[in-house]
């Protein structure tokens, strides 16, 4: 048994783990003889309890990641599903593509990355990840092995993608990547002093940005609130070098001591991190790497959060009623004094993810950490009313915490997964949010 | 271009050694159990390295089946034309326990990590003194340095496996041909993926550029990481009235 975390290092769990190596072997039996349920683990960078299995069996996929086909033509990319976006990247960048889609690492796997069905910067123009996967093959505990594409086995496809890692193990998949002419984004900077200047921003930019998203400051309040910074980019069209990133040379060696971060530390980042901008439009030329993954350059970041480590919550609300929904968010927020300085905000777009699960919906999206002490989970209590009675939904992919009956409402085909998980298969997300009310 | 045979090309090891010579543009002869596998390595080397110019063929058989060896190296020998290197890879490590009380079990494992390769080195070492020319790399373990409580079945195995290439070394150097005995610790691989890892256990990459190294040198042994020279170097000068007390 080992220690096994998410990204968010709580809760703890103690696994068995049984690593995959070969897409064409069966999962294996557990050592012990015993019928624990498996789960796969990619990187382990989502937050709350979705890849854990307390108790149970882990099946890491990262060593499976072997890249079987690649069509310079089309673009189209089939590999084992422990490949990771990072390896994706490092083999298409100097070829001229790009991910399709990406979220705010590249330490995630394919497979992961089909389970969440996880969403990036260009939501808005070109849907979640699961949108520009072909086809993938899934394997169950019994051995069988089934073909998923949107016509065939389409119910399994569906299922699959958003569904968490509980309907198989996924072998290997196919990604159509995009071409690029460059590996730079030219990008803009702006700082907006209110929510109301950040919805007018987006309104503006979401047709001729690809990729949008904006920082805010989640301990700004009264005319403040919702202060920030709004980041909008494109991939470069002047042909330049196709260079990729290198590793992270930094890396947080120890765990920080829980007060590091606190409501004075953070007032005083936000501050300098907000003013640092001039106003006005700030135009810059970036590699897609402190575009898309400014936190990959440091290993280990989780850990300034401390041993007790923390909570992301990350919601969606309908466009509907959405800025009234979110000021009153941040003013809560703002109220409890809790929160960091990662609070992340931007809109989603109408483009319809295949999985039943899909997280994203029309409207407004916002992430935020909060370190774990004894008032985090009483504030969640608080957001989670105001986030389902407007109709919204929590990203499963960030949960740590929300109730059963809120999983279940918001999540209505929760049930069809159900039938579709592999009985050998569960997860301790997936045991808490399926109790009954 | 370098023409080489991987035997076991399956195998934690053997996979990084063919990364790198893949990435070298070399032409890959890989040998294993399962075709399945070997078509899994065989599509990622040249997705990955085709531009670098490798080449890559398969062949897939019981390993067991000792009287396969010899067609096997021989259409080996025929696909590339003429062989510049082979490295011999596969192993396993059984139950010690199980072993001590089932003979059959120990036997069987040293077919596997003794006879086997011996068989493969025999049909290799011949072709290779025809040829007046190449290089023989397998892969022993420190475990054969000294024999040890813990793992002994393993390590008269591997003993034996050092011992015959020292002979081969011995008899092939004059024929111009280079023998390497490679004697890795601990390497992070499915092979010792249900033994706890260690701030000595090495990553499979580390240890095939080294050893990669050794058989561009004709380095007769090869100790990877290099401290393991060091540690078995005590090992070894242990009096036996004083190991035989101990619980390594």
Redesign the interface.
């Known amino acids: 048994m080992q220690s096994i975390e998410s990204w968010g290092r709580t809760p703890k769990t103690t696994q068995e783990v049984h690593?995959l190596?070969?897409?064409?072997d069966p999962i294996p039996s557990s050592?012990t003889g015993s019928c624990l349920p498996y789960l796969p683990y990619g990187l382990g960078r989502s937050y709350g309890d979705v890849c854990l299995n307390d108790g149970a069996i882990a099946l890491p996929t990262p060593?499976m990641g072997?890249?079987?086909?690649?069509d310079p033509g089309t673009g189209v990319i089939r590999c084992?599903a422990g490949a990771t976006l990072d390896a994706l990247l490092q083999?298409a960048v100097p070829r001229g593509w790009f991910l399709p889609t990406t979220p705010g690492t590249k330490f995630v796997t394919v497979g992961g990355a089909i389970a969440n069905d996880i969403h990036g910067k260009n939501h808005h123009q070109v849907g979640t990840f699961g949108c520009q996967v072909r086809r993938f093959e899934l394997l169950r505990s019994n051995g069988e092995r089934r073909l998923c594409t949107p016509a065939e086995n389409a119910d399994w496809y569906a299922a699959t993608i958003g569904g968490l890692g509980l309907t198989g193990v996924i072998t290997w998949a196919e990604v159509a990547l995009r071409p690029i002419a460059s590996a730079m984004i030219e990008m803009e900077s702006i700082k907006f002093r209110n929510l109301n200047e950040f919805f007018e921003l987006s309104a503006a930019s979401d047709h001729d940005f690809e990729h949008t998203v904006s920082w805010i400051d989640c301990i700004a309040s009264g005319e403040s609130l919702g202060r920030g910074i709004f980041m909008r980019g494109n991939h470069a069209v002047e042909p330049g070098p196709l260079q990729t990133h290198r590793p992270p040379k930094l890396a947080v060696p120890f765990d920080l001591p829980a007060l590091t971060l606190n409501r004075h530390t953070v007032r005083a980042f936000n501050a300098l991190y907000y003013g640092r901008l001039r106003s006005g439009v700030t135009r810059s030329r970036v590699h897609y790497e402190p575009f898309f993954y400014p936190l990959d350059g440091v290993n280990r970041w989780n850990r300034i959060y401390g041993k007790r480590g923390f909570y992301q919550y990350q919601f969606v609300v309908p466009f509907q009623d959405g800025e009234a929904v979110i000021r009153e968010i941040l003013t809560l927020i703002a109220r409890s004094g809790l929160g960091s300085f990662l609070a992340v905000l931007k809109t989603f777009g109408t483009m319809k993810s295949p999985g039943w699960m899909s997280f994203p919906m029309p409207g407004i999206t916002l992430a935020l950490d909060f370190a774990n002490t004894p008032a985090v989970l009483p504030l969640f209590a608080e957001l989670d009313r105001v986030v389902f009675s407007a109709g919204g939904r929590l990203y499963p992919a960030k949960d740590g915490a929300m109730r059963a009956v809120d999983f279940q409402k918001s999540y209505p085909r929760w049930e069809a997964l159900e039938t579709y998980r592999d009985p050998s298969f569960s997860s301790s997300f997936w045991r808490r949010v399926t109790q009954k009310p | 271009m370098s023409k080489i045979i991987l035997i076991g090309a399956?195998s934690g090891i053997a996979q990084a050694i063919a990364a790198r010579l893949a990435q070298q543009g070399a032409e890959l002869y890989l040998m294993g159990r399962?075709s399945?596998?070997l078509?899994?390595?065989a599509?990622?080397l040249t997705?990955?390295y085709g531009q670098h110019g490798v080449r890559v063929e398969t062949r897939a058989f019981d390993f067991d089946d000792f009287a396969l060896h010899h067609p096997a190296v021989e259409a080996a020998a025929k696909a590339l034309g003429k062989v510049d290197a082979a490295y011999i890879c596969h192993g396993t490590l059984g139950d010690q326990a199980a072993c001590e009380c089932n003979f059959a079990l120990a036997e069987q494992e040293f077919r596997n990590n003794c006879l086997s390769p011996i068989s493969f080195l025999t049909h290799l070492g011949n072709l290779l003194e025809a040829q007046g020319s190449g290089t023989l790399v397998a892969i022993s373990s420190v475990a054969g340095d000294r024999g040890r409580q813990s793992n002994y079945v393993y390590g008269a195995a591997k003993a034996g496996l050092t011992a015959f290439l020292q002979g081969l070394r011995n008899r092939l150097y004059k024929k111009g041909v280079y023998v390497v005995t490679v004697k890795p610790g601990f390497v992070d691989t499915?092979m010792t993926?249900?033994m706890p890892r260690s701030p000595l256990t090495a990553s499979p990459d580390a240890v095939a550029r080294d050893i990669i190294r050794a058989a561009q040198r004709g380095t007769p042994v090869l100790y990877t990481p290099w401290f393991w020279q060091g540690i078995m170097l005590i090992i070894k000068a242990i009096p036996e009235r004083l190991f035989r007390r101990l619980t390594l």
Do not use: V
């Open positions: 690593p190596h070969w897409s064409s050592s060593a072997r890249l079987l086909a690649f084992e083999f | 399956t399962s399945a596998k078509d899994l390595l599509a990622d997705t990955r499915p993926a249900a």
